[in-house]
């Protein structure tokens, strides 16, 4: 094979990868479209001061990770200016949260963003934070834009519970995307109701859980203090650097590599086969910010 026919068939691909993947943002504001051939931007940010002594969320922490996440995701001085590019006055913005009783979306999380939403001028009547009642909800079945926050663990069905996963709610037959190991959960992403909308992803690395057996398995020895948050307005990018933190935290805590089981391939093909985003490493601009021991990638 010649390398110009190597080269055309790669744009060809890059370049259907692209349209498919900027077609999932169509109703996004244009500077947070994926544009061809760049890196997918996340940012880690860690505190080594978040959890009281009580293992609870400080709320000011919380507001000021966030804040310096979300303007350094979208390289502004200052996070409202930030938050201004991503909702506007006239949107009417879901939350869609998660609220596993074990390990739930802090409500120190939902408050940062609700405020900072409202901050950029939505009206707190326009702003809705839900869970399982997304299909019922007013103003998620209205929503312009969506805001996509849960915590990261381990799965049994799907490996990890990302925010790639987090959308299932959305299906009136959830239990029909569990198949092959949640392979195809990016599929929900082209919902109408999902479609272009969603503005920010927040992976919630605060106590992750890093190991599980069987369904609906909690365990606190499978828990640590890695106080830290993932941002990013790619979902694929964002879950697989949290696999990545996972894999390396069972690496160290087990002394072996152990994968996870099942294998989360639904984070992956949501970039190969569904052009959600970006999975692969090399295509990732990691951001670190903050605290930096033990940061495990």
Not at 79 to 95: E, F, H, I
Not at 120 to 129: R, T, W
Not at 159 to 183: E, M, Q, W
Not at 274 to 286: C, F, V, Y
Request: proline share 6%; glycine share 8%; aromatic share 8%.
């Amino acid at each position: 094979m010649s390398n110009r026919t190597h080269t055309r068939r790669d744009f060809l691909k890059n370049a259907a990868a692209s349209a498919a993947a900027g077609a999932l943002f169509l109703n996004a504001p244009e500077e947070l479209a994926p544009q061809a051939g760049a890196k997918s931007r996340v940012i880690l940010i860690r505190n080594r001061n978040l959890l009281d002594a009580g293992g609870a969320p400080r709320k000011e922490v919380v507001r000021q990770m966030l804040d310096d996440a979300v303007a350094s995701l979208l390289g502004e001085k200052e996070p409202l200016t930030a938050w201004r590019r991503l909702v506007k006055p006239s949107d009417v913005v879901g939350v869609k949260t998660n609220e596993w009783s074990y390990l739930r979306t802090p409500v120190e999380v939902e408050d940062a963003i609700k405020r900072r939403i409202m901050d950029a001028g939505v009206p707190a009547g326009n702003i809705s934070i839900s869970d399982r009642g997304v299909r019922g909800d007013d103003i998620f079945e209205k929503a312009t834009a969506l805001v996509n926050v849960r915590p990261m663990r381990t799965h049994h069905w799907a490996g990890v519970g990302s925010l790639i996963k987090n959308y299932i709610v959305f299906s009136r037959l959830p239990f029909t995307h569990h198949g092959d190991s949640c392979a195809d959960l990016a599929e929900i992403w082209s919902f109408p109701e999902i479609r272009g909308k969603t503005r920010l992803n927040i992976l919630v690395m605060f106590t992750p859980l890093f190991h599980g057996i069987g369904p609906h398995h909690f365990n606190r020895t499978y828990v640590w203090p890695y106080q830290g948050l993932l941002v990013g307005t790619d979902p694929v990018a964002v879950d697989s650097t949290g696999v990545r933190i996972l894999l390396a935290k069972r690496r160290r805590y087990f002394r072996e590599d152990r994968p996870l089981s099942p294998p989360p391939k639904h984070v992956f093909l949501a970039d190969t086969r569904h052009h959600l985003g970006t999975a692969d490493p090399n295509r990732i601009e990691l951001v670190k910010l903050g605290w930096k021991d033990d940061v495990l990638i």
